[in-house]
């Protein structure tokens, strides 16, 4: 079983930066994909980006390119969401996902998720 622990959430203004983490444990294999996903209240969830955990090739939605970085540390085993110049749109809570072996955006392919962290960006 793979259980994933997210952390780093909270609240900030526009314009400001945010680093989220999530660590995966339990049984996994170096040929998974970590994706972000966010779902804003009465909206559905979408994906933000990915990360090949082998590969370290980065995957993101248009709406974010640019402003956030999906970043992996092989010696923690964790993956981080680096979110800068944020936006108002983007408060929602945050969610990381793993599925093996492709990327896929599709939230119906992911098989763990973690329990997600509150993201608020205020005017």
């Known amino acids: 079983q793979v259980q994933l622990v997210e952390s780093g959430g909270g609240l900030v203004q526009a314009g400001g930066s945010l680093r989220l983490f999530c660590a995966p444990s339990?049984?996994?294999?170096?040929?998974?994909?970590m994706g972000w996903f966010r779902q804003a209240p009465g909206k559905e969830r979408e994906f933000v980006g990915a990360?090949?955990?082998?590969?370290?090739?980065?995957y993101y939605a248009d709406s974010v390119k640019g402003r956030f970085t999906i970043t992996r540390d092989n010696a923690k085993n964790t993956v981080y969401l680096q979110m800068n110049s944020l936006k108002p749109e983007d408060t929602a809570v945050y969610y990381c996902?793993?599925?093996?072996?492709?990327?896929?955006?599709?939230?119906?392919?992911?098989?763990?998720w973690g329990q997600g962290t509150q993201v608020t960006v205020s005017t």
């Open positions: 996902a793993l599925r093996w072996m492709s990327v896929s955006r599709n939230t119906d392919d992911y098989d763990y």
């Open positions: 339990g049984r996994i294999f170096s040929t998974y994909v």
């Open positions: 990360i090949s955990w082998s590969a370290g090739t980065t």
